[in-house]
């Protein structure tokens, strides 16, 4: 029963589930319904997609999310960052709008679902770290400033195609003479209503003396109303008349049964740009549900999330949707507006249905321009120029990062600009890791501490040289370490002893130990005895089901002050140290 | 001119270049020019290629790494390994023998030495870390497999081709029936010869009196006199007429200048085949360098090794030879001989330039079988099975690499078992590197040790929380330290104040900085002080940059006893702590 509940969270959730709980949810999802029904028109358009697609992706795939999902708060959905990456994907295969793009959208969807679910099972929810945070933030920056300009084409009435930047804002501005009058005015007025919205009308609001969190939800419904008036206006002024475009004919129906294409050619040149969709949406919907989780003390399961999101793109895949993920803005609405658990989600659901089947007529005169400004208003609140200051005074590598994301993503798209980030993130991180810091260290006088010679005033022996490696001894480092190690005794010809201290030594794998071996095998050659100080108890463990140990022409000191110790003892005895052979380093000469 | 003398490492040993030196590395170079010429034509026919090409890719690369290379011992040609990645790569664009064929190999030597290139003068050496011990020697081993397999066709005299296991033993299986006696009579005794020669004749010429480096130079000629035997009995026995497959005519000629096809479909057909030969390449000629030069305490510089290899790969291309590395066999025997700098290369040059031109012709009833004997006993020492059962026994990590490349490798070729070795290990490493060792501590009764309260009699109060995290903070990790230190701090509802010892962190990148901001301010929202011990300097030099200290609800501490001490005192005069308040950790319990 416990393993069975791991898998479907609704079994711990429900057993509690009571009369308030049942109120509260009903109230959430009554407001994310109204505030849904825009953004998903929206984002589906984005995506290239007929606009009735956006409201059957926020349907079944919430249900699914609710049955399998560990948030309590988020909502599961079209968003605009995944949007665009469906967007350019299915581009690849047929041209938006097309049968077959509305084919591939439905194989993206089912792709993601099973890479998901398959991470999920596999316990791979790991590989979303190779997503660093300023690569996450530098391309959402720049999806953001790509998302916006292509918006542009509908605020100005015209057309324009390209998935980077170049194209784009060629395109744009080589059609900007068609620009539709009407469609300008309702776009602009759109945007600037949305934006005032957006930082004006909840302080209003709140000097009016509207409790501050009516007011935000209020502030949130603001699209609703740009929904309305706009399309009032369309039909009153019959703007339709003058070029403006509109929504136009939505069926009025459930979710479609739809079942994706199996077809292997389409499969396979799908699957990375479906990889890249779901790893993007579960960072992106991860980092949300942990925010929110964290405001309440809450716990998310980030392997089973996989599961969730999973489950949830399946459905989308299965009932004439497209790929979908955790949002922030939706589960925002979802949270304030009070939503206790996933059942305000499926309330939400059913509050889409109805909608899907009975409201579409009124949304035929919303203009496309309108839907347009709330995507560019919602988008421009990605584009985040401070992130890339504040990381560019703090780590030029991880700057370096964030820059290659922004840069290849603006200039070549989602695809390249993902690949290219993760791709410069972990070669910098296995160049680090590939050379550690290492130090030559001395006793600090009348103490048993050993600090390095560069840094500090230590008592050293010419004949006893001792090398510190601040990191763990693997593969990535191994190479590096047989060439440490021997240049370093190769610049101490008196040296007779090395003393490997491994103090931050928390694991050495089979290459390490293969260098370790080599290291004293050379040493012997040259008539040094290696030995090793301060090895960790699961280290040492490790060590004697080797056959190192035995090799090992030196010993294996508790201490470092122990093996410093012992070893002057022993170059006593073999005659006293000449007076000038006893140096102190660097800093006391 | 230190500046030059770096790369062309010719003007640093040259300026002491004198009579014995010269000595030296003459008679070496005459050992090594008889022991080359058979490896070099058995090797280019188990590449695919006419004989001759492995006398020229024995020439001109060999003067190009005297010129740029580290290495005092290194001999550069065809090696085993390579010749077969070579065969494989080339084999997929045209079959071998073609001309198309050959025009591809020396594609790929071009590739490969542009590759090699590139990595040396930016510093990409680092990128062959990737080959981890474990892989690099499952490869070695499936490799030798694999080649052994290959060669039983000419030891019996019938065709069989195939990459990987499956394809080239149903294909011997197969065509078993058209087995030649003639050539497997041959063939069997020159193997057995070879075998002997190798583990029974250095003994027994020891025993007969001979010093044991001579009669090692003898036993490494052995391959001399079974080629020579083997000749004269095919034609004193006349047994081409019974279809003994002979080397035949091979032109006599200086290596002929070529030049790589440029056709950029080709190129972007090898060049992943050519990566993974160069760094294939790269690591076995690295190992052996090093190997070599450790014994006489001399250093090698990888970076520059790139160079030499590249520019022996670029030779290679415009000689009419195909791709090379520094070879284990062929360079031991340089060592053994006396080579005393790369000058013993140019002359081992001069000597193989010497027979290409005038000894060709007595190599014209040399038997196949003879050859592919030579192959069969240099690769069976490249096989190694106890490898895999101490890297069992010392880390299953480790073997699980290892027997993935050597499974993919022997079951899918050569290529797909280096990618999915490669693919494997840095899986498993990033896995490792994603979640930490990391402990609760305590205070080790009357001193200022804190240790882990799982194997550690400590003292602990609930009020505080103390995590020690064993490895530095990034990117891989940022995402499990807010999940385990806010599940942690879930786990102890009493806690007012998190303390994160920091005594194993090297570094703190952008992400994990990102990360320990949001587990602050979270914290703070449940009303837990965040505080900081052991910061080592450079990681606080660098948060000083940064906003993160300003934002702490709590403060850091130079020493966890310090923080300890002071956050219990605070307590104190909040309220002394109920009795059963200040609690023992498990161990005392």
Redesign the interface.
């Known amino acids: 029963m416990p393993a069975l509940a791991r898998f479907l969270p609704i079994l711990q959730w429900g057993r509690t589930y009571n009369g308030t709980l049942l109120t509260n949810d009903l109230v959430a999802a009554g407001i994310v319904t109204i505030m849904l029904i825009p953004q998903s028109l929206a984002y589906a358009m984005l995506a290239g997609l007929p606009p009735e697609v956006g409201l059957y992706a926020s349907i079944l795939p919430i249900v699914a999310y609710a049955l399998f999902g560990t948030s309590r708060s988020l909502a599961v959905g079209p968003v605009a960052v995944i949007s665009l990456m469906t967007l350019t994907a299915a581009s690849s295969v047929a041209p938006p709008g097309s049968a077959q793009f509305i084919a591939a959208t439905l194989v993206l969807a089912l792709l993601s679902g099973v890479f998901l679910l398959l991470m999920g099972v596999l316990k791979l929810g790991?590989?979303?770290?190779?997503l660093?945070?300023?690569v996450v933030s530098g391309f959402i920056t720049a999806s953001g400033i790509i998302i916006a300009t292509s918006q542009l084409k509908a605020i100005f009435g015209i057309s324009a195609a390209g998935e980077a930047m170049p194209a784009l804002v060629t395109s744009l501005l080589g059609n900007l003479a068609d620009t539709n009058m009407s469609t300008l005015v309702i776009g602009v007025l759109s945007t600037a209503f949305l934006f005032w919205v957006r930082k004006g009308l909840k302080p209003l609001l709140t000097r009016l003396g509207l409790p501050p969190r009516r007011a935000d939800l209020f502030a949130k419904a603001g699209p609703i109303a740009a929904v309305a008036a706009a399309t009032l206006a369309v039909v009153l002024l019959d703007l339709e008349e003058r070029g403006v475009a509109t929504v136009g004919d939505i069926p009025q129906s459930l979710p479609p049964l739809t079942v994706p294409l199996f077809d292997a050619g389409l499969w396979q040149q799908l699957a990375i740009p479906a990889l890249l969709l779901s790893v993007i949406g579960f960072v992106e919907s991860?980092s949300v549900a942990?925010?929110l989780a964290?405001?309440k003390?809450q716990?998310i399961d980030?392997d089973q999330e996989l599961i969730g999101l999973g489950a949830a793109n399946v459905a989308a895949a299965f009932s004439g949707g497209y790929p979908v993920t955790g949002g922030f803005a939706r589960s925002v609405v979802n949270f304030d507006a009070g939503a206790e658990t996933p059942a305000a989600g499926a309330f939400t659901a059913v509050g889409i249905a109805i909608a899907a089947v009975f409201l579409t007529p009124l949304l035929y005169a919303l203009p496309i321009a309108t839907l347009a400004a709330t995507i560019i208003v919602a988008v421009v609140g990605l584009v985040d120029l401070r992130t890339p200051l504040?990381?560019w005074?703090?780590?030029r590598?991880?700057?370096a990062a964030m820059a290659a994301t922004i840069g290849v993503t603006l200039l070549l798209g989602v695809e390249p600009g993902v690949i290219a980030g993760v791709a410069l993130?972990l070669a910098l991180?296995?160049?680090?890791a590939?050379?550690?810091?290492a130090a030559i260290v001395g006793r600090v006088p009348e103490t048993g501490h050993f600090r390095n010679v560069k840094r500090h005033t230590v008592i050293t022996d010419p004949r006893i040289l001792t090398i510190r490696v601040?990191?763990?001894l693997?593969?990535?480092?191994?190479?590096?370490l047989?060439?440490f190690v021997?240049?370093t005794v190769?610049d101490h010809p008196q040296a007779r002893h090395l003393v490997l201290m491994c103090s931050?030594v928390?694991?050495i794998?089979?290459?390490a130990?293969?260098?370790l071996e080599?290291i004293n095998h050379?040493l012997a050659?040259?008539g040094i005895k290696a030995h090793l100080s301060e090895v960790k108890g699961p280290v040492m463990d490790?060590l004697q089901?080797?056959?190192f140990l035995d090799q090992l022409s030196g010993q294996v000191f508790l201490s470092q002050d122990e093996a410093f110790s012992n070893l002057i003892r022993r170059g006593e005895e073999d005659g006293p140290p000449q007076k000038d052979d006893l140096w102190m380093a660097r800093g006391m000469i």
Chains 1, 2 share one sequence.
Not at 474 to 480: E, S
């Open positions: 790991f590989l979303a770290n190779l660093s945070h300023p991860v942990q925010t964290a405001k003390r716990r980030p504040t990381i005074r703090y780590s590598a991880d700057f993130s991180y296995l160049w680090r590939s050379r550690p810091h601040d990191e763990s693997t593969y990535l480092n191994a190479r590096w047989e060439e021997l240049e190769a931050a928390n694991s794998d089979a290459s130990l293969e260098s080599a050379r050659d040259a490790r089901r080797s056959s």
